[in-house]
């Protein structure tokens, strides 16, 4: 169920990648390589860019973090066995319909979300219906949100 999940998950990313950008606002620059993360990471060789996948350690349980750098901006998710805790560029609306529970985090700096540790450290901005049946909701950080998934 769990590779199930991150494939729908996967395949609704990339359906949305046109909205995604326009969703990030203003373009955070990829200099060299992407930020050192936390915690165990793989990088994804991909064409010209690297997709990195990261372990991250919520109150209950492990979920997986993906970075995926897009042009000048970084797509950045995690997913649990659950749902999911998405940047900007994500439409969780469009998740809802899937039966996915999922948030929309923006970053506290007011920068676009770059890195895991942002997502977890911002603040959620939208909540679909299935993430707010199990006490997700606006205002919690990002973390908050992944320990209720």
């Known amino acids: 169920m769990r590779r199930w999940m991150k494939c729908l998950v996967i395949m609704v990313l990339v359906s949305l990648l046109s909205t995604a950008l326009a969703a990030c606002g203003a373009p955070a620059p990829i200099t060299g390589s992407l930020p050192a993360p936390t915690g165990s990471t793989t990088i994804l060789p991909e064409k010209e860019s690297k997709i990195v996948h990261q372990t991250v350690q919520l109150t209950n349980k492990q979920a997986d973090g993906y970075i995926i750098p897009l042009g000048h901006v970084h797509i950045v998710c995690v997913v649990t066995d ?3 805790v998405g940047c900007g560029a994500f439409d969780v609306m469009a998740l809802d319909a899937f039966g996915i529970p999922a948030a929309r985090v923006k970053s506290t700096s007011g920068i676009p979300i770059a890195t895991i540790d942002e997502l977890l450290d911002g603040v959620v901005k939208e909540v679909n219906t ?10 919690m950080s990002g973390r908050e949100a992944l320990d209720l998934l």
Do not use: Q, R, S
Not at 130 to 139: D, F
């Open 130 to 139: 299935e993430a707010a049946k199990l006490g997700i909701n606006i205002g």
């Open 82 to 84: 659950v749902g999911m």
